[in-house]
């Protein structure tokens, strides 16, 4: 017989991504440019996590489960900023469009699974947590001033693609199975019943702790270092153990924020004017 300690993975993405045409308080500051065929501000951001976390025991053993945890959490804006002059000294030229765009596209794959086969089986909780709360935003500036002979288009796209999968199972003459937990949040807190099943913080902490753990910059079990002996890999591996010590995700998991945690907008700001030959 043995002991097994959970399986856990964790993955955040934490990512901006930026287009942006520069303004200003004022007009002088702002830019000014002119085309003669398509001005496009557009930023186009795609995150895919894919994570497959399994705990198992084959004989008279005692799995403790298997935690999964996706957070994604990235910011993706396109702009023309304030006071920003678009085809102004240029108006009226065949074929001018301008287009300001954002997309985001998000897909998370994968789930937790944890078994056990014997005469005896003791299976801990599974749990696969996913958790997407983008801002993704198109914008025009206030007072900005665009000039089009042929479509001006202002246009945030963001989707989210979830598959979220949790199995808990043991076979043999004895089971006793805590169950499988599958959650998804998308722009939003996780609810209550969620939080109880999830140990009320306690599955957050030990996902934070088992990120924060130095798995690359020290030594193994015969005194090798983790990443190799040269110069590079050491500098790499105290980036990473430093980068991962300051990570978490308790407080995604664990906000109690009751406004919505995921934007997406297409605006055009107060006192723009948008002048086109077709359509807006």
């Known amino acids: 017989a043995g002991a097994f300690s959970g399986a856990v993975s964790v993955a955040v993405v934490d990512n901006t991504t930026q287009a942006t045409i520069g303004g200003s308080e004022t007009l002088a500051g702002a830019a000014k440019i002119n085309a003669a065929g398509a001005t496009e501000v557009t930023a186009n951001a795609s995150e895919s996590v894919n994570t497959v976390t399994a705990s198992a025991a084959g004989g008279g053993v005692g799995v403790a489960g298997a935690l999964a945890v996706k957070v994604v959490k990235s910011t993706t804006q396109a702009e023309i900023g304030k006071y920003a002059q678009i085809n102004q000294t240029a108006n009226g030229v065949a074929g001018q469009s301008v287009r300001v765009a954002a997309t985001e596209n998000v897909t998370l794959t994968g789930g937790s699974g944890s078994g056990s086969v014997g005469g005896y089986a003791g299976v801990g909780a599974t749990a696969d947590v996913n958790v997407v709360r983008t801002t993704t935003t198109a914008s ?51 609810d209550g019943d969620a939080k109880d099943n999830l140990g009320n913080g306690k599955s957050a902490s030990y996902a934070d702790e088992a990120m924060r753990k130095d798995k ?17 890999a050491q500098l790499a591996g105290k980036d990473v153990a430093s980068a991962s010590a300051g990570a978490g995700v308790a407080s ?14 297409a605006s055009v700001g107060n006192g723009a004017n948008l002048a086109a030959g077709n359509d807006i």
Do not use: F, R, W
């Open 216 to 232: 690359v910059s020290g030594k193994d079990e015969k005194g090798n270092n983790l990443l190799g002996s040269s110069e590079y």
């Open 140 to 190: 025009v500036g206030d007072n900005a001033q665009i000039a089009a002979t042929q479509n001006i288009g202002v246009e945030a796209l963001a989707e989210k693609n979830v598959q979220s999968a949790a199995v808990s199972a043991a076979g043999g003459g004895t089971a006793g199975i805590a169950g499988a937990l599958s959650v998804v949040s998308l722009g939003a807190k996780i």
């Open 252 to 265: 995604d998991l664990n906000t109690t924020s009751t406004s919505s945690l995921d934007k997406t907008q």
